[in-house]
């Protein structure tokens, strides 16, 4: 599966449904949406506010990514804003079976995440209770930031895992991603990437996109 979920985070504010109508035209799969709080990374971006022009300009389904403190405080609001998936940091949780579950029963996707410097076995025992993980490339916070190599190791093992597990369960990957390194993620074992400043920040976003999935 070749997925592209272009982050709507590096898009012109000024300009926020524009940049939906442009991802509706384009291939991508999905739009992400990076929700900061300022607390659990050093930055704020938006939160319910902007759920709701996304949500009514989007023909893709919103890839909602939290990076947020006590997600189970708030899953529920998102998938009530119009989250196709919902994901919130395993990090920040002392126990995210909780959180999962409300995601569920709202009907969305579930998905887990983990910053770089999490060990990714942490990730074993969830493999088969979410329908997506998401290994950040980059530590989570801004938009524009370098593919740290050493998430390449960690893409090969999860998807190992997967395969071996005969899971059906999604492997999205987060940070630094472009045009240049997206067929190595993807051939690594990737489902889905995430593209922030590739996508926005380029002349013809849309080939940038073609070429992702090409
Ligand atoms: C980082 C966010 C990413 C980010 C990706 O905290 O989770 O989704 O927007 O942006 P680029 O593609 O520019 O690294
Ligand atoms: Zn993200």
Known sequence: MKIIAPSILSADFGNLRGAVE???RSEAEWLHV???????VPNISFGFPVMEPLKRYSTKPLDVHLM?????????????AGAWSVGFHLEATDDPIPALEMIRKKGARTCLTI?????????????DKVDMVLLMSVFAGFGGQKFIPETMDKIRYVRAQIKQRG???????????????AGEIFAAGADALV?????????????VIRSMKA
């Open 22 to 24: 442009m991802i509706n």
């Open 34 to 40: 990076d929700v900061m709080d300022g607390v659990f």
């Open 68 to 80: 947020i403190t006590h997600p189970e405080k708030y899953v529920e609001r998102f998938c009530d």
């Open 115 to 127: 910053n770089p410097d999490i060990d990714v076995h942490r990730l074993d025992p969830y493999l």
């Open 167 to 181: 899971l059906e369960t999604l492997l999205e990957v987060d940070g630094g991603v472009n045009t240049a390194n």
């Open 195 to 207: 593209a922030g400043s590739a996508v926005f920040k380029a002349d013809d976003p849309l080939q």
